[in-house]
Nanobody, 121 residues
Framework: QVQLLESGGGLVQAGDSLRLSCAAS????????MGWFRQAPGKEREFVGH????????SYTDSVKGRFTISRDNAKNTVVLQMNSLKPEDTAVYYC??????????????WGQGTQVTVSS
C-alpha cells in the first residue's frame, strides 16, 4: 500500500552534486526502512544504501561512501539521496524502495519507477 515517486534526476558534470527525492503515499511510511538502488544499462540493479525507520542508522555501498547521504523526513513522507562529487560511473536509473531490515540486510517490498541520473566527464 506504499506508492513511491522519485524526482530530481538530470544531467550534471563530474564533480557536481544532485539531490534525489522520493515521495511516498501511504499512512505507514514511518514503519519502513527506505533504500536506494541504481541500475546502469546492461548491468544488474545495485544496492546504493538504506536508512532505518526513524533515520538514526544509515548504510552505504563502498563505492558511494563519503559522497552520498540518505536522509528522511517522516512528517513529510519523503526520503532524500544527496549525491556529491558525482562521477561518470554513477550514471544510472535510481530507484527508491521501501522495505525492512533483517539484521544488516535491507529487503525491498515496494519500488518507485526510477529517475535518470547522467554524469558527464
Amino acid at each position: 500500500q506504499v506508492q513511491l515517486l522519485e524526482s530530481g534526476g538530470g544531467l550534471v558534470q563530474a564533480g557536481d552534486s544532485l539531490r534525489l527525492s522520493c515521495a511516498a503515499s501511504g499512512r505507514t511510511f514511518s514503519l519502513y526502512a527506505m533504500g536506494w538502488f541504481r541500475q546502469a544499462p546492461g548491468k544488474e540493479r545495485e544496492f546504493v544504501g538504506h536508512i532505518s525507520q526513524n533515520g538514526d542508522i544509515t548504510s552505504y555501498t563502498d563505492s558511494v561512501k563519503g559522497r552520498f547521504t540518505i536522509s528522511r523526513d517522516n512528517a513529510k513522507n519523503t526520503v532524500v539521496l544527496q549525491m556529491n562529487s558525482l562521477k561518470p560511473e554513477d550514471t544510472a536509473v535510481y530507484y527508491c524502495a521501501a522495505g525492512k531490515v533483517y539484521g544488516t540486510r535491507f529487503i525491498s517490498e515496494y519500488w518507485g519507477q526510477g529517475t535518470q541520473v547522467t554524469v558527464s566527464s
